[in-house]
């Protein structure tokens, strides 16, 4: 764990802006920043890396924030969430013009030049996470997360809560606490960009088809571990044909064997950075997880993914492992 904090009004007046335009580039990307308040530029950004996970709070005046490549000529593939506290912020990109007021989230598409403007004074926070771990594409996000999300509303609330604990009380958790934390932040960062909206549009005579639709993904989430675990199975369950099942489950944009598999390689995910699993051998958490073949599992695990499961618990889990 790291924390790192810079305060312009530390520092003399000339060199407040430049200060900090290196340092936010150093904790969230190259980034090329002009302001109306050069001349004295006063702005605080608390900074914190646990594991892979970065999250910061900052307060600044007025300024217009545009994302760089990196070394590589590309930009990089993270997830990044901003949680707007006090003033206004608007993303201008090519696929999108989005404004967040305060109280609000929206994620960046940090693939794509963007534009980040915020014509008052703000306070916000925001969490860096690599794709990967994720498991879905940035272009996913910004699809599926096409308006700023509430902190009011539920998905929206609890990852402004899980933001504002890391920052006030994320040094003095342990590794098993903040996996905990990651692992619930990539959850309903899954569940927003799936599902944001769909429940407050539903017409009423929606809701008893919706009250089933979670019957049988509780009926699922339940067997995850059993590799008898088909649509076939779900199916009889529940006393409808498997033609029902695919039209009731596709809906949220997947079929049920997707969904399935999309629930295993998760549960998988969670183990392989689980600091209490650190000696269990990647073949064995597949086999948990309904994965009985471990050559099946490494395949579906990189193309979810992105990495094949030992890379992945190298790369994400907090502490190093072997990655057997």
Do not use: K
Not at 244 to 254: C, K, P, V, Y
């Amino acid at each position: 764990m790291a924390h790192v904090r810079l305060d312009t009004a530390e520092l003399p007046v000339e060199q407040r802006f430049d200060a900090w335009a290196e340092f936010t580039a150093r904790a969230h990307g190259p980034t090329v920043m002009e302001t109306r308040h050069h001349a004295n530029f006063v702005a605080c950004i608390d900074a914190y890396e646990f594991g892979p996970l970065r999250v910061s709070h900052l307060s600044h005046p007025p300024l217009r924030a545009r994302g760089a490549p990196n070394d590589n000529g590309g930009f990089p593939e993270v997830v990044m969430l901003t949680h707007v506290i006090r003033g206004s912020m608007t993303e201008h990109s090519p696929a999108r013009t989005l404004t967040a007021e305060a109280g609000s989230l929206m994620v960046l598409d940090t693939r794509r030049p963007s534009t980040v403007v915020n014509p008052v004074a703000v306070a916000h926070s925001v969490l860096h996470l690599p794709a990967a771990m994720v498991g879905l594409t940035l272009g996913q996000i910004a699809t599926l997360v096409s308006a700023p999300l509430s902190a009011r509303d539920p998905v929206g609330g609890l990852i402004a809560h899980i933001l504002a604990d890391l920052l006030h009380s994320g040094e003095q958790y342990e590794p098993v606490i903040l996996h905990q934390l990651t692992s619930t932040l990539i959850d309903l960062l899954g569940a927003a960009a799936r599902w944001s909206g769909q429940t407050a549009t539903l017409a009423p005579r929606a809701l008893p088809e919706r009250s089933r639709r979670l019957q049988i993904y509780a009926f699922m989430r339940q067997r995850l571990a059993d590799p008898g675990l088909t649509p076939q199975v779900v199916a009889a369950a529940h006393a409808i044909s498997v033609r029902q099942l695919n039209r009731i489950i596709e809906e949220d944009g997947e079929s049920p064997a997707q969904w399935i598999r999309r629930q295993r390689l998760d549960r998988c995910r969670r183990d392989l950075t689980d600091p209490e699993l650190a000696d269990r051998p990647v073949a064995t958490i597949g086999a948990r997880w309904g994965f009985a073949d471990p050559a099946t599992f490494n395949r579906a695990f990189q193309r979810q993914f992105g990495l094949p499961p030992g890379e992945y618990r190298r790369r994400f889990a907090p502490e190093a492992h072997g990655g057997r």
